[in-house]
């Protein structure tokens, strides 16, 4: 007769619980008021409104639209997924590639500068929160100096949130910095911004599934427009923004 121990299920509250407590840590990390500086960066967009590509609302959407489309559902979702179920497998290797990979596809200074600077302040302020292990704790896992998508996947794996959910959340984040961009930049009013929220919901649906339906050879953004502005922007006279 067996004498093995039985190991009990997890109760469904404390699963329940679990998936809070992700949410939660997905929702902190994609607030404005998360002090990495988010805020201090436009991607291009300022140098849009100097160039007069972007003046309202609906130019506004569309600039939005076009980024969505051929930028991050190409380029940051689909990175963000492969980084998450890299760390899970605690692959190194792969999380380098990508990381590695990211750095390369930014095509300005200013867009390449970003995301080391963002990755550099999320990675001090999570010492400061005591909820980056030491470097001995993950040997080989994360590159010396991670880009922002990379530690980004880093803590939402780390805290259980999946990997749709990430994605959702980078996206939402992304949308919200930059009609807050427009907001100070534009004279585009809150509920203008609210407006262009419900539009765009639908399309941050849309833009994870093609970023989880993608095979690795087919990503890449297609942003000439954008890089444009963002060497525009480099030497622009008068600037709120640091991209």
């Known amino acids: 007769?067996?004498?093995?121990?039985?190991?009990?299920?997890?109760?469904?509250?404390?699963?329940?619980?679990?998936?809070?407590?992700?949410?939660?840590?997905?929702?902190?990390?994609?607030?404005?008021?998360?002090?990495?500086?988010?805020?201090?960066?436009?991607?291009?967009?300022?140098?849009?409104?100097?160039?007069?590509?972007?003046?309202d609302e609906a130019s506004l959407h569309a600039w939005l639209a076009g980024v969505l489309d051929d930028g991050l559902s190409r380029c940051e979702l689909p990175v963000l997924a492969r980084q998450r179920a890299?760390?899970?497998?605690?692959?190194?290797?792969?999380?380098?590639?990508?990381?590695?990979?990211?750095?390369?596809s930014r095509e300005t200074r200013e867009l390449a500068e970003e995301d080391q600077r963002l990755g550099a302040a999320l990675r001090r302020l999570l010492n400061n929160l005591e909820l980056l292990p030491d470097a001995s704790a993950l040997p080989g896992l994360l590159p010396e100096q991670p880009g922002y998508v990379t530690l980004f996947a880093w803590l939402a794996q780390a805290r259980g949130v999946p990997s749709r959910q990430v994605l959702l959340g980078f996206a939402w984040g992304w949308l919200e910095n930059q009609l807050a961009v427009a907001c100070k930049a534009l004279p585009l009013g809150h509920t203008a911004a609210q407006r262009l929220i419900e539009r765009l919901r639908p399309e941050l649906v849309?833009?994870?599934?093609?970023?989880?339906?993608?095979?690795?050879?087919?990503?890449?953004?297609?942003?000439?427009?954008?890089?444009?502005?963002?060497?525009?922007?480099?030497?622009?006279?008068?600037?709120?923004?640091?991209?």
């Open 1 to 55: 007769m067996s004498t093995e121990p039985q190991v009990s299920a997890p109760s469904a509250d404390s699963q329940a619980q679990g998936d809070d407590l992700a949410l939660l840590g997905l929702l902190q990390l994609v607030s404005p008021a998360l002090p990495i500086g988010a805020f201090a960066w436009s991607q291009g967009l300022e140098s849009a409104f100097e160039l007069d590509w972007v003046r």
């Open 86 to 104: 890299a760390l899970q497998a605690e692959d190194g290797e792969t999380v380098a590639y990508w990381d590695a990979w990211l750095a390369a």
């Open 206 to 243: 849309v833009a994870v599934d093609r970023a989880l339906s993608l095979a690795d050879d087919e990503l890449g953004p297609l942003l000439p427009g954008l890089a444009l502005a963002s060497a525009q922007h480099e030497t622009q006279y008068s600037r709120l923004f640091r991209s």
